[in-house]
Each structure stands twice: as C-alpha cells, then as structure tokens.
T-cell receptor
Framework: NAGVTQTPKFQVLKTGQSMTLQCAQDMNHEYMSWYRQDPGMGLRLIHYSVGAGITDQGEVPNGYNVSRSTTEDFPLRLLSAAPSQTSVYFC????????????FGQGTRLTVV | DAKTTQPPSMDCAEGRAANLPCNHSTISGNEYVYWYRQIHSQGPQYIIHGLKNNETNEMASLIITEDRKSSTLILPHATLRDTAVYYCIVRVGGATNKLIFGTGTLLAVQP
C-alpha cells in the first residue's frame, strides 16, 4: 500500500499565484484532513472531510479551499498565495471508529516569495 | 476539546526507558488520549491511544491515572531513532480527522 501520497514535495510560488496541493490515499478511508506546520509549532488543522462531498473548516481555513469529489482524493487549493502561507503542509486520512488512527503523508514544503 | 500540557523538552539515555508526561486536567468522559510523534519534520506517526485503562503495544505503553487527569507515555528501551517531537492529544474517540496538536515534547535520546 502506498498509504497517503502528497504531491509535490516542494514548491515555490510567487505572491498572488494559485496552485493545488494534491493528496491521495488508497486505504478507502472516510476521513481526510489538511494541516499546516510553521517552524517550531505543532500542526494546525486547515480543512477536513468526513466523506465524499462533505467538507468543513478547521482552525485556520482562510485562504484555502478544498473539495472531496472522491473517497481517494482531497486537494487543497491556494487561490492567491501570500507569504504568510509559507509552511509545510500535511495531509492525513483515517477511518471511522473509536480504535482508529490517522495516517499522515510526508508533507509538501511550500515557499511563497 | 481538553487542553494538554507537556514539557517542551526531555533527554533520555539510549537503552533506558523514556517517560513522557502529559497533563489533561479538563478531559471529558468520552475523550481519549492519543500519542503521535514526528521525526525530523516527517509526517506524524501514531503511537498509541487509550480511554482509561493502561495500554501497551509494540512501540510503547500508555499509563493513564485513575482520575484521567494525566498520562505517561513510556518507551521502554529508547534508541537514537526515537529522537522526535511527541504530541499528546485529547480527542473524542474516533475523531481522527480533527486532531488538535500542541507544541509537544522534544525527546532527545543521547548515546
């Protein structure tokens, strides 16, 4: 199993550009989430989804859009990148149930100049 | 969600047990204690979780006090590869899509 796959691993954007961070999982998980991690800090939740067609906002949703058209994919869109969005982005997936865990991708390191 | 408090850093000698504390004094009855770790900016990795009983798996043991206001993650024989940031998270069971991370404890295993 590939698990949770994020692409690209690294990206440099200019202020005002748009881009989509890709996240795919092959474990048939209902839950998927996006987090950002700034230097010296823990992860902060951006958006999450409990299933195809259902998304909701996390702690820091401003400047980001998401959609969930399939169970496998959960892309994160930056419509107009800003330097404050320079961060490492992690995607995670998990299944329903009490005794479950979240599986994380290896991250996308984004720099906005 | 209940707030957690962890020491910012700890040291441990290689081969010795590492005991990482976490305070969660406002935990509710339906909230679980989860532990994740993050090795050198990789994606976080699940370690263990529990509700009120002590738990053990191949990676670690989790000791939860009887009043559930605190817990300890135990790595029985720490190795250099266990050097990482360890996060204690309190969450309603099953809500793995909405984990709220604090700043965690940086465990440095010394040779």
């Amino acid at each position: 199993n590939a698990g949770v796959t994020q692409t690209p691993k690294f990206q440099v954007l200019k202020t005002g550009q748009s881009m989509t961070l890709q996240c795919a999982q092959d474990m048939n998980h209902e839950y998927m989430s996006w987090y950002r991690q700034d230097p010296g800090m823990g992860l902060r939740l951006i958006h999450y989804s409990v299933g195809a067609g259902i998304t909701d906002q996390g702690e820091v949703p401003n400047g980001y859009n998401v959609s969930r058209s399939t169970t496998e994919d959960f892309p994160l869109r930056l419509l107009s990148a800003a330097p404050s969005q320079t961060s490492v982005y992690f995607c995670a997936s998990g299944s329903r149930g009490v005794n479950t865990e979240a599986f994380f991708g290896q991250g996308t390191r984004l720099t906005v100049v | 969600d209940a707030k957690t408090t962890q020491p910012p850093s700890m040291d441990c000698a290689e081969g010795r047990a590492a005991n990482l504390p976490c305070n969660h004094s406002t935990i509710s009855g339906n909230e679980y204690v989860y532990w994740y770790r993050q090795i050198h900016s990789q994606g976080p990795q699940y370690i263990i979780h529990g509700l009120k009983n002590n738990e053990t798996n191949e990676m670690a043991s989790l000791i939860i006090t009887e009043d559930r206001k605190s817990s300890t993650l135990i790595l029985p024989h720490a190795t250099l590869r266990d050097t990482a940031v360890y996060y204690c998270i309190v969450r309603v069971g099953g809500a793995t899509n909405k984990l709220i991370f604090g700043t965690g404890t940086l465990l440095a295993v010394q040779p």
